[in-house]
């Protein structure tokens, strides 16, 4: 057969398996360090964040009158703990690198070791999740997101044990179980969420015993204590505005999981689709033969992955205003659920095969990603080096349009300010300009926030504007509010808004489609 039947076959060294595994992680891993900046969508702004807190922290900031530092342990904050600790060792930017580098290799390792724990002779599948693993919600920036669900995979893996050829509860590992809970909640908050959905679906069986609600409960109470805790906070933060709930049909659905496996590149469709159907196919053959209610490692393996396929499917795609992308945020965990449950194909049990196919596909994918965010780095380079013009200690503000007919897109300019805010000590708010609604929204997170009586004044809002209508009055918004900043950063400007902006500031520097004014004559 194609398939193998899970007769178990051997499951070779570990050494060998985990030399090959690293193999297969390295050039995925390893690239991001080649490029001038990584074009990390959010990533930015978290670093930015990061350097107003610690500034805060030692005393010495310019913005202690507008900004402030909250560093109680709550959902999202253990990113901004990692970076200040990291960031005082080897930089900030440095340590964001190291960051992305730990995610594109922890998934693949973390699904290595738990299919060694539970269904040894699929440990070939690890190799196949890494060339998945740089995905959209990497690129995007979703790093409390993928650090929180690092941590839940290795918690599953915890939770369970095989004995004598059946699945059980790991008793004995239920504080370590706890304690990763806990830290999953702190990086993101809806870690825990995914945490139960996995642990029902591996233990399925004992859910209805006394036993295993007694095991779901003390594995996750202490991490819904910390999430519960949080909601007063988080519901005084909501800010007013448009709530809507957005779902697809089945099939849109199934076309973005696909899309989605190309980031940056439709090329890297051409690579990854065949291992997605693979999988997909493989972990399909696996629950006709097993089933989904069985205590077998196979069974368990196959509801995980069941589950993350209905949340996948059944969740909306946008809630509030399409803030939030919520069934993309399931689809790297279901990524990761077709490696658990798919049969490993016999054709890869040579390693000769394992070698040519794992470090083919990493190495191919790596080669387009790299050549496709190498403009996009070297145009983020080009901002922030404009950026050196500014005065420390400034404000500035960043207006970014979308440029007619530019085939690398825009999203990953959103937060290139933040870099700028790292070099110059300069503090900024963000403004993305696209053909629809547009936010204009301010830096800030769980950890950093702005003194109430600069809220409202000191961040004005601008919504619902396009820029490709060129509408005068719209861009009469947009000077009026950058009054009060010492310096405006134009990026991709209409000829219409570069005019208007020209009569009403002193243009300081220049560099292809970027512009940097001087807004005001005294500065911070």
């Known amino acids: 057969m194609w398939l193998e039947t899970d007769a178990e076959s051997a499951p070779g060294q570990p050494l060998r398996e985990a030399l ?7 050039p995925l891993a390893t690239y991001p360090w080649v490029l001038a900046i990584w074009p990390g969508q959010d990533n930015p702004n978290h670093l930015a964040v990061t350097y107003f807190v610690a500034e805060l922290l030692h005393g010495d900031s310019p913005f202690e009158d507008i900004l402030e530092a909250n560093l109680r342990p709550r959902p999202f904050s253990l990113l901004y703990y990692y970076y200040l600790l990291a960031g005082k060792a080897f930089g900030l930017p440095a340590a964001d690198l190291v960051l992305v580098t730990f995610l594109l290799a922890i998934f693949p390792i ?6 060694r724990r539970l269904l040894p002779g699929r440990w070939y599948n690890a190799v196949l999740i890494a060339p998945l693993a740089s995905t959209w919600i990497l690129m995007i920036g979703f790093m409390h997101y993928l650090l929180g669900l690092a941590f839940v995979l290795a918690a599953l893996g915890l939770s369970a044990r095989r004995t004598e ?19 999953a909640v702190l990086a993101h908050g809806a870690a825990l969420p995914l945490a139960i959905l996995g642990l029902v679906a591996l233990h399925l069986p004992d859910i209805s015993t ?12 202490p991490g819904l204590l910390v999430l519960l805790a949080d909601i007063p906070a988080y519901r005084d933060g909501l800010s007013p505005g448009r709530f809507s709930i957005q779902y697809r049909s089945l099939v849109p659905n199934a076309w973005d999981l696909v899309v989605q496996l190309a980031p940056l590149a439709f090329a890297e469709l051409l690579v990854r689709l065949p291992v997605l159907g693979l999988l997909a196919i493989s972990a399909a053959r696996s629950v006709a033969k097993f089933g989904l209610r069985g205590r077998q490692p196979q069974a368990a393996l196959a509801r995980l992955c069941a589950c993350l396929a209905a949340a996948y499917f059944l969740l ?7 803030a939030y992308y ?38 191919a994918i790596a080669f387009v990603q790299f050549h496709t965010a ?7 380079a080009e901002i922030v080096k404009l950026g050196d013009s500014i005065r420390p200690g400034s404000t500035f503000i960043p207006l970014q349009f979308r440029p007619q007919g530019d085939a690398l897109g825009y999203a990953p300019l959103l937060h290139v300010w933040g870099y700028i805010s790292i070099r110059r ?46 509408d005068p009055e719209v861009y009469s918004q947009l000077i009026s509010a950058a009054r009060g900043y010492d310096y405006a950063l134009l990026v991709d400007p209409p000829d219409e808004f570069l005019a208007l902006a020209r009569e009403q500031w002193e243009e300081q520097d220049s560099a292809g489609a970027v512009y940097l004014f001087r807004t005001r004559t005294t500065a911070r």
């Open 374 to 380: 190498l403009p996009i780095s070297d145009r983020i």
């Open 110 to 115: 973390l699904t290595w070791l738990l299919l």
């Open 165 to 183: 050829g059946l699945l059980t509860q790991n008793w004995s590992a239920t504080p370590a179980v706890s304690l990763l809970l806990v830290l």
């Open 210 to 221: 006394r036993r295993g609600w007694s095991f779901l409960l003390a594995a996750t109470a």
């Open 326 to 363: 919520v069934n993309a945020r399931v689809a790297f965990p279901l990524y990761v659920g077709l490696a658990l449950a798919a049969s490993t194909p016999k054709v890869l049990q040579r390693v000769g095969t394992q070698t040519f196919v794992g470090l083919g596909l990493s190495l």
């Open 20 to 26: 090959l595994l690293l193999a297969c992680i390295a």
């Open 316 to 322: 909306p795609t946008h809630v509030a205003s399409r």
């Open 425 to 470: 000590n300069a503090l900024a708010p963000y403004l993305f300009a696209d053909g629809g609604t547009t936010k204009y929204g301010r830096v800030g997170s769980r950890v950093l926030s702005f003194r109430k009586q600069f809220g409202p004044d000191f961040f004005p809002f601008v919504s619902e504007w396009a820029p490709s209508t060129r």
